[in-house]
């Protein structure tokens, strides 16, 4: 009876697609407008999803409060109204590109959720451009 | 050439969680305000997805039209404008929290899907809290 | 220069149609299932805008926080997880129809907002049906 | 590292269920309405996923403006304000059900995409109604 | 206590743009891909508002499964799954743009609403183009 | 008959809210984490209205495609991945709140929309919070 609770969250923050071992020129070449070295920003909308039985006595797989408060303390309030390249310490020397900001989304949630659960993250940048990543 | 086709759903009813066998005390301590004596309530969006080889003659793998009619006269029926708890025989002696909803309604819509078809249930409980069950 | 402000904000309640007034019969024939004695309920998607002058200093019309406090210790506080009819005062004698919840909410946010500015509450009971109170 | 990239398309068209080698009067049992002669419509939602390794250099699985590029060149533009039915050779003599339209369109992507990466398409043929195929 | 009543409907069909007192490459012209002679198509999502005063009785300002009935016969059943311009006599003489559609609609709606109300069509041929008449 | 033809635009971009006259202390008393130095930023949705008679003769109040892409060229362009601070020149002396962004959209748009035409603006900072502006 293995069910998945999926918990939709928020954050903005400003960001460019860059590499410090590239200089502009090519940084510019590869990433194009997303590399604009005065940042740009996005809504992120974030679904994490936790996977596993459910638990007979409460009826829960996982309390949705409990993975509400942990996607608050762990991503919102460290990637929130931030610049990720400049504030959030993962991506100084990582590409914040969607698929890097999920997969550390899902490396900073996974210590926190019970191990025999799997759990999923899918992280909208714009409504038309999203990532999904499962460990 | 397996597709899975989806159709979305729609029902609203009032519930609260709750456990007979715990005390009102015990049942606040772990669902809060969810388990209000006196019920709140959501509309429920639900994802009915079907997954089997198209048939080549229609080009169907289910004609939507039976997967929306079995929907509506399974669940839909059954449960909207409803007081799960009150009114809806399977949650009398179970919680109806959200996985136990969806499994509920994998479990009405099975019998009536071809057995060669697999089938996933998708729960809504409100725009940022969902479920899903495959069985 | 005026701007009107608009914040999204959410609920869900139990609720049904009713006027104590009425036997259940009448009840039952005027409100149909939405008047079931056990109740249902809904998700409430609720918008409120401010519409007034740009502050010329702030850029703001209202700092869209204060209006998110504002809704949250009036209205979410008030209405969030709860059975209108029976735990919600200006419900107990006033049906709780869609009309009725977006003009009690203006009336309880028209207080706290500036007298120079306009207001205007937006409730959505599901997706498909709203209603929209300016005073 | 696997992370799937999904981009959103849109392209509307007329079409009609029908098979030509059934007369007027099978077309309109199996597929009633939907088989007007006179055709109807939908604004057709398209989800295309590309699943692989985030290369560690860009930290892309795939330049999604390069998947936005190709989902134009190959599906916008052939199938945007068209007649499916009449118009896009692919439906000629295969019926445009929503199965169908999601394999041919994964069909034509195919081939563009690197044989690493995995391949997903959600074709949307109405807000309720969509399918989804993996290969 | 005047408020605004909204129901949202959904129809889908097929139409080009298309005056017949022009040849074919003025309507080219003027239409583009728009006037495509094989026709194109929409899933078009409709909002039907009534505005007036609340009845004191009911709580009501119209009964939403009144305005949901009406909205299916006047509209859905004239609109849905049809060629609008070969079957819809509205429209055989008239250039079926977003704007005539939601104009056509008020007017065949106008009749059947109570004329203390205002009535107002908000007409979405795709999602990010619509048209608003109030008549 | 005079109908709003409106049009959905999309834009993402870097901001900060800040005065140059007032000092950190005090940008971050007032506009709080909204006024981090480094940035932060949003997927702005745009919602431009146009209101006037439909034109007779070809069924429309304004080509939805002239609109479409005069949005493109005076907003997306000039706002589109952008510091709004630092690199559009409204906001170099302008607090770039939403209300403001709202109201610089409405004067870049104004000289391009025939003057019998009213011209309305909303703007989406975030799914939550948006802002309205007519002038």
Chains 1, 2, 3, 4, 5, 6 share one sequence.
Not at 1 to 18: D, G, I, T
Not at 26 to 46: A, M, T, V
Request: with cysteine.
């Amino acid at each position: 009876m293995k069910v998945k609770v999926s918990r939709k969250a928020h954050f903005n923050a400003a960001h460019r697609l860059y590499r410090k071992d590239w200089d502009d020129k090519r940084n510019n070449q590869i990433f194009g407008k997303c590399s604009n070295p005065n940042f740009h920003g996005h809504n992120y909308e974030l679904i994490v999803s936790v996977n596993g039985e459910i638990d007979e006595e409460t009826g829960f797989v996982i309390d949705v409060k409990v993975l509400k408060d942990l996607i608050k303390s762990e991503i919102e309030d460290a990637f929130d109204h931030k610049n990720l390249n400049l504030e959030v310490p993962e991506f100084m020397e990582l590409n914040p590109t969607a698929e890097n900001i999920a997969v550390v989304t899902w490396k900073k949630l996974r210590p926190h959720i019970d191990l025999k659960h799997e759990l999923e993250v899918v992280l909208y940048e714009t409504p038309r451009n999203f990532v999904t990543f499962s460990g």
